[in-house]
């Protein structure tokens, strides 16, 4: 990096006067200044100081998949604003009609693609299409949506309502009504001592429809791979079992790809992964890895069919609209996205360096006996911490972030989850960006062993 960023220090008493940062506790700026981010390129970013980072989260929250500084994404962005930067309702734009096209040949079974902004919006167009879809074809049955413990959809009220992470409703509620919760999967913290435990965790989502009544359920919404509830890897058997539920009920299945979209998972969707086929899917962050907001709702013919106009009743299409859903930024960032990670063969790359990756963790695994679990598809990895492999009493918060801490402070920047519903932040998370290399994980691993060590002796 150069030098013109080494005094930026009216920059940076203008965040900490004025930028109301997300998810975070500003009494901590009492003590240090805010970290202002100023270049990237790759997977590293340079700070206000210069010191640079090797950033093993992809922006933060798994998002930068093509890794930072890419200039065809602002090329292309910057040559379509110059055409046509917006239009949204009664007309198209070229970018948003190409992109639909090249997204849903990736989604086999899925035809449609309803434009928003962040995941959010994505995942309350899919809920509100469930409700509109109940009002109109089962006379105001099959309403209610599930979702599932430890799952996250997003932070609006509706999403918020769908929440399985408890903590994150807490102080905001009350919520709409009519979103039901069923067990999470994973085994580790195992809720049923039975062999075949993915068919089991499914069944438990059957119980729950079956005490709600399948005639008002309308959908299920699940994440293919939990993210922020601590990186749970579905048991064997476990999506069979669900796909089948759901046709047995008539119950859409709603897969919220948030993050695993676009290649996280070393697939192009995680879904894809284990053979499901869904309703809708929603997706958000990797579709244009954050070079513009775009988020995408994508659906069958079937579900898309519902909502024609019916002449006894023209209000019946679908009454909603995202206004940025009609800027020509997200689709033109994202089309160029797509051709980067087919062009670079970063489906493939994910899939080989999430190998080394999962082997990486299994090794301080067993060197570390912090590490109670490790979980993770492709590029999308956690470790659960706890205080003691018998008892898998999580691990204290504050030694989860003297780990993070520890690895910042080597120049290596990894995340760790969200409070889980037993109350701790004790995920570890990896989530570099598909371009990462040999030399790059390596390091990643050994900044995390050697602070897995520090924090405990
Ligand atoms: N779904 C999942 C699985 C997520 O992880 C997130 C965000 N972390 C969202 C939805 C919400 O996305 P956004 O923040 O873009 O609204």
Not at 144 to 166: F, N, P, W
Not at 174 to 202: M, S, T
Request: aromatic share 8%.
């Amino acid at each position: 990096m150069d030098g013109r960023y080494n005094d930026i220090s009216a920059t940076v008493e203008a965040d900490r006067a004025h930028v109301w940062h997300h998810l975070f506790q500003h009494a901590v700026l009492d003590k240090r200044d805010p970290r202002i981010l100023v270049e990237g390129k790759g997977m590293t970013v340079w700070d206000q100081t210069g010191r640079d980072y090797l950033d093993a989260v992809s922006g933060g929250v798994w998002t930068v998949n093509v890794g930072y500084g890419r200039e065809s994404i602002a090329n292309a962005v910057r040559d379509q604003l110059v055409k046509i930067n917006y239009f949204a309702g009664s007309a198209g734009t070229i970018p948003a009609a190409q992109f639909a096209q090249r997204l849903t040949e990736k989604t086999p079974g899925l035809s449609r693609v309803f434009y928003a902004n962040s995941g959010s919006e994505a995942n309350e167009k899919a809920f509100k299409m469930v409700r509109q879809i109940a009002h109109k074809h089962h006379g105001g049955r099959k309403w209610k949506i599930l979702y599932r413990e430890r799952d996250y959809h997003g932070t609006s009220m509706g999403a918020l309502a769908a929440c399985g992470q408890e903590q994150r409703q807490e102080q905001y509620g009350p919520f709409p009504a009519g979103f039901i919760a069923v067990p999470h999967c994973l085994e580790y913290r195992k809720q049923w001592d039975v062999e075949n435990y993915g068919e089991r965790a499914a069944d438990a989502i059957e119980d729950v429809i079956l005490r709600e009544g399948p005639d008002t359920v309308g959908a299920l919404c699940l994440e293919p791979v939990t993210a922020g509830g601590g990186v749970i890897t579905p048991p064997a058997g476990y999506w069979e079992r669900v796909q089948e539920i759901c046709r047995k009920y008539d119950i859409l299945l709603h897969i919220d790809e948030v993050v695993c979209g676009m290649g996280r998972t070393g697939a192009w969707f995680g879904y894809q992964n284990y053979g499901i086929k869904p309703d809708f899917v929603t997706c958000a962050k990797g579709v244009a890895s954050g070079y513009a907001a775009i988020s995408c709702l994508i659906t069958t013919e079937g579900v898309f069919d519902r909502f024609r106009t019916d002449p006894d009743d023209p209000m019946s299409y679908f009454r909603d609209i995202s206004t940025f859903g009609g800027c020509t930024a997200g689709p033109a960032a994202a089309l160029e996205n797509m051709r980067i990670i087919e062009d670079e063969g970063l489906l493939e790359n994910t899939r080989k360096m999430g190998v080394v990756l999962m082997e990486g963790l299994h090794d301080l695994m067993e060197k570390h006996a912090i590490v109670g679990d490790v979980r993770g598809k492709g590029l999308f990895c956690g470790l659960e911490l706890v205080a003691d492999r018998a008892t898998k009493e999580p691990l204290a918060e504050a030694l989860v972030e003297r780990i993070v801490g520890l690895c910042d402070a080597e120049g290596v920047l990894i995340g760790k989850t969200s409070r889980s519903f037993y109350g701790f932040n004790n995920t570890l998370c990896l989530s570099p960006a598909l371009i990462v290399g040999p030399s790059e994980m390596t390091r990643i691993l050994d900044t995390l062993d050697a602070a897995l060590t520090k924090a405990t002796h």
